[in-house]
């Protein structure tokens, strides 16, 4: 039987411990008691742990063996902010899926209210995250970064930068990742509505290539799910 996985909010040598809601839903949903054993997730690194105390709003753990943990390919999802319920589960789906970070972008087509409250929602996606870490038994949960405008979001770095495009006729994301495989990938998506003409051309002036997922339009969840599965697909 598969056990459990959980990422530690505190870890030193040998203890490991979950604490607030992360630790009451262990003693109160799941039954937590002295003696059992969960993987255990600190860091980049999974041991297995064996419950040592359990208290409200605490649980700590005694860790033992290394565990074998599966790599986490560098993909950053560059995610235009739109609908909160849609972008909870593209943020859910692709850190089942494996990317390695998530930045929310406002886009000229990111609705205003939305774009004013994303700053807010951080933390709750960040919980979303991390559920869906523990839920596909990952080491850790993506990085959930502050929203940020798109000229900047534009300039960031890797070592290949691909933009998705509804108006690409040509060049297939596949395509694109079967050319390169080192180094961190970054994928963008549009908001609903997809990318103003002037915000593609910004991506391309910067250095980015613009790519397909296909013939038909997808929703924006839709596109970062199936981006990031392909994407992930091809790097592993």
Same mark, same amino acid.
């Given at each position: 039987?598969?056990?459990?996985?959980?990422?530690?909010?505190?870890?030193?040598?040998?203890?490991?411990?979950? !604490?607030?809601?992360? #630790?009451?839903?262990?003693?109160?949903?799941?039954?937590?008691?002295?003696?059992?054993?969960?993987?255990? #997730?600190?860091?980049?690194? &999974?041991?297995?742990?064996?419950?040592? !105390?359990?208290?409200?709003?605490?649980? $700590?753990?005694?860790?033992? $063996?290394?565990?074998?943990?599966?790599? &986490?390919?560098?993909?950053?999802?560059?995610?235009?902010?739109?609908?909160?319920?849609?972008?909870?589960?593209?943020?859910?789906?692709?850190?089942?899926?494996?990317?390695?970070?998530?930045?929310? &972008?406002?886009? *000229?087509?990111?609705? @205003?209210?939305? @774009?004013?409250?994303?700053?807010?929602?951080?933390?709750?996606?960040? *919980?979303?995250?991390?559920?869906?870490?523990?839920?596909?038994?990952?080491? !850790?949960?993506?990085?959930?970064?502050?929203?940020?405008?798109?000229?900047?979001?534009?300039?960031?770095?890797?070592?290949? *930068?691909?933009? +998705?495009?509804?108006?690409?006729?040509?060049?297939?994301?596949?395509?694109?990742?079967?050319?390169?495989?080192?180094?961190?990938?970054?994928? @963008?998506?549009?908001?609903?509505?997809?990318?103003?003409?002037?915000?593609?051309?910004?991506?391309?002036?910067?250095?980015?290539?613009?790519?397909?997922?296909?013939?038909?339009? +997808? *929703?924006?969840?839709?596109?970062?799910?199936? @981006?990031?599965?392909?994407?992930?697909?091809?790097?592993?």
């Amino acid at each position: 039987m598969t056990r459990r996985r959980w990422i530690a909010e505190e870890f030193s040598g040998n203890r490991a411990v979950l !604490t607030g809601d992360h #630790a009451d839903h262990l003693v109160r949903v799941l039954r937590a008691r002295v003696g059992q054993e969960f993987d255990i #997730a600190t860091g980049a690194v &999974v041991r297995r742990g064996r419950v040592v !105390t359990v208290e409200e709003g605490r649980v $700590e753990f005694e860790l033992g $063996e290394e565990l074998p943990a599966a790599p &986490v390919p560098n993909v950053t999802l560059l995610l235009a902010i739109f609908k909160f319920d849609r972008m909870e589960w593209a943020i859910e789906k692709c850190t089942e899926l494996g990317v390695s970070r998530i930045v929310p &972008v406002i886009a *000229r087509r990111t609705d @205003a209210h939305l @774009a004013s409250a994303a700053a807010k929602r951080v933390e709750r996606w960040r *919980r979303i995250a991390l559920q869906a870490a523990e839920q596909s038994r990952r080491a !850790t949960p993506p990085d959930i970064a502050a929203p940020i405008k798109l000229q900047e979001a534009a300039n960031l770095t890797g070592a290949l *930068r691909i933009v +998705l495009a509804e108006s690409e006729q040509q060049t297939m994301v596949s395509d694109v990742l079967a050319a390169h495989s080192d180094g961190e990938t970054l994928l @963008a998506i549009g908001p609903e509505g997809g990318w103003a003409d002037d915000e593609l051309e910004l991506f391309l002036r910067a250095g980015w290539i613009s790519a397909s997922l296909g013939p038909t339009i +997808l *929703r924006a969840e839709t596109a970062a799910i199936a @981006a990031a599965a392909i994407t992930i697909s091809e790097l592993t």
